[in-house]
């Protein structure tokens, strides 16, 4: 009899392992700092473990980062990361409306500066952007 076994278990997706290794990383180079005690580390891997996908790290992260400081600075450091994402977007948006509309090109610039501005307020205040995304 040929009997063939299937692995049934699912395989996280890559930005979930991206995320929870950049985690890893980043505990481990406080705890090599002496920033993070051993018990501390444990008690944070340990609940790692119970997340499946990127909105659970996610969510944990920020559940935990009152009680953890090193949590914290990762949230801290990939909000920095994001926006740093989000200006490499509105770099290319501006370079394609300067060929259209330097005027437009100049008020975008100036408008994504702002704090706390994101791609979905630049468009709400200027809706003309979306064609060139």
């Known amino acids: 009899m040929n ?5 049934t278990q699912a395989v996280p997706d890559r930005k979930y392992l991206d995320l929870q290794n950049r985690v890893k ?11 993070l005690k051993s018990e501390q580390l444990m008690a944070i ?7 499946e996908n990127v909105r659970e790290l996610e969510f944990f992260l920020a559940a935990f980062a009152d009680s953890f400081p090193v949590l914290a600075d990762f949230v801290k450091k990939k909000a920095g990361e994001a926006k740093t994402g989000f200006d ?9 409306l300067l060929q259209k509309d330097p005027l437009l090109a100049a ?3 100036k408008a994504s500066a ?6 979905p307020k630049l468009l709400a205040l200027f809706p003309d ?4 995304l």
Request: glycine fraction near 2%; charged fraction near 25%; proline fraction near 0%.
């Open 114 to 119: 702002a704090k706390d501005m994101d791609l």
């Open 25 to 35: 990383w980043h505990l481990s180079d406080f705890f090599e700092r002496g920033q």
């Open 107 to 109: 008020k975008v610039a």
């Open 129 to 132: 952007i979306q064609k060139y």
């Open 45 to 51: 891997l340990y609940l790692l473990s119970f997340t």
């Open 3 to 7: 009997t063939k076994y299937v692995n």
């Open 88 to 96: 490499l977007d509105i770099a290319a948006l501006v370079q394609k």
